[in-house]
């Protein structure tokens, strides 16, 4: 099946920092979607993004298909961001059901 | 509009024990999912449906069992519980399959001991 591998693991911010946290996938998909895990364990959609750029607020995403990889940039970073970032993708070739293979996830932590 | 239901939250259970994890949802979705989040890892999915009557494997099915008799209720079965099944296991649904429009439950935090 597809993988999805994410970079970096782990990741120690200051409160006001920017980053930038990669997704590659090693295969075509239909869909992706990078998903915020807060610290109580809620599951928080940030961006549908199977190509293409979009920004909503201080985050933004590309996502570059042809060469499988997507990029989640945090600027301005609050400690409110500090969980866990998950790329997820749907593969392609059929129908998927929205079937969803995760990443291992980025942790974020922020500090004050 | 509640969303995507999970219960218990919390349980331990004992190895050998039966169980069965609660999922509702009041969207009238068609896609149901459950997948299983182990510490320090990303989700893998376990089973989904594609409406009622209809269920299918996913990635990591060993041990478990789903039905789907109405739209609303998509209940996860373990059958004779084993430490490798403590996780954190989170129902979700949409209404059409595309990311875009999946709604995850809180999550049903699970220890096998």
């Known amino acids: 099946g597809i993988q999805v591998e994410q970079s970096p693991p782990d990741l120690i911010l200051q409160e006001g920092a920017n980053s930038t946290l990669r997704c590659n996938f090693s295969?075509?998909?239909?869909?992706l979607q990078w998903f915020h895990q807060n610290p109580w364990g809620q599951l928080i959609n940030l961006f549908y993004i199977p190509s293409g750029t979009k920004q909503n607020g201080r985050l933004s995403a590309t996502t570059v298909a042809t060469e499988r990889y997507s990029l989640l940039y945090i600027s301005s970073s609050q400690t409110t961001d500090s969980g866990v970032y998950f790329c997820a993708v749907d593969g392609a070739g059929g129908t998927s059901y929205g079937k969803l293979t995760f990443g291992q996830g980025t942790i974020l932590t922020v500090h004050p | 509009n509640a969303g995507v239901t999970q219960t218990p939250k919390f349980r331990i259970l004992k190895i050998g024990q039966s169980m069965t994890l609660q999922c509702a949802q009041d969207m009238n979705h068609n896609y149901m999912y459950w997948y299983r989040q182990d510490p320090g890892m990303g989700l893998k999915l376990i089973y989904y449906?594609?409406?009622?009557?209809?269920?299918d494997k996913g990635e990591v099915p060993n041990g478990y069992n789903v039905s789907r008799s109405t739209t609303e209720d998509f209940p996860l079965r373990l059958e004779l519980a084993a430490p490798s099944q403590t996780s954190v296991y989170f129902c979700a649904s949409s209404p059409t399959g595309l990311l875009n429009t999946i709604y995850f439950g809180e999550g049903s935090w699970l220890t096998v001991v």
């Open positions: 295969d075509s998909v239909n869909n």
């Open positions: 449906s594609v409406g009622a009557g209809i269920t």
